[in-house]
């Protein structure tokens, strides 16, 4: 979940392309809870940048982790100042922008497979 809807629609692109499922884009925080809490199933990773409109991105997660608290959420975002908080409170991994999309792609996989990469 991103605010930019170009950064969105690549991301995407990318992991559509790389064969790994997307079950719903969402655009800032409160969007992508109730997009979180309609899924049935519930995804089992989100990507989610961390400024967002309306809800910030630890915000949105910890929400997440109170609906699903097996949920994990992978970071990207360029504000790095969070990325001791978003570890901290449960985040999977924390990728910072600017970002290839192959990093991106490389990050998803590895916490698909349970795995610190």
């Known amino acids: ?10 991301y ?9 499922p997307i079950a719903f884009v969402a655009y ?5 809870i109730r997009k ?3 899924s049935n199933p519930k995804p089992q990773i989100v990507i989610m940048d961390y400024r967002m409109p309306s809800m910030n991105g630890l915000e949105a997660s910890k929400k997440i982790w109170k609906i699903e608290p097996a949920t994990r959420i992978i970071f990207i975002s ?5 990325r001791d908080e978003a570890l901290k409170a449960g985040a999977a991994a924390f990728i910072q922008k600017p970002a290839s999309l192959r990093e ?8 698909i497979r349970g ?3």
């Open 28 to 32: 800032d925080g409160e969007d992508a």
């Open 115 to 117: 795995l610190n990469c």
């Open 12 to 20: 995407s692109k990318i992991l559509t392309a790389s064969k790994i």
């Open 78 to 82: 360029a504000d790095t100042g969070v």
């Open 36 to 38: 979180f809490e309609d």
């Open 104 to 111: 991106i792609v490389l990050e998803v996989k590895c916490v």
């Open 1 to 10: 979940m991103d605010d930019e809807a170009a950064i969105v629609d690549m």
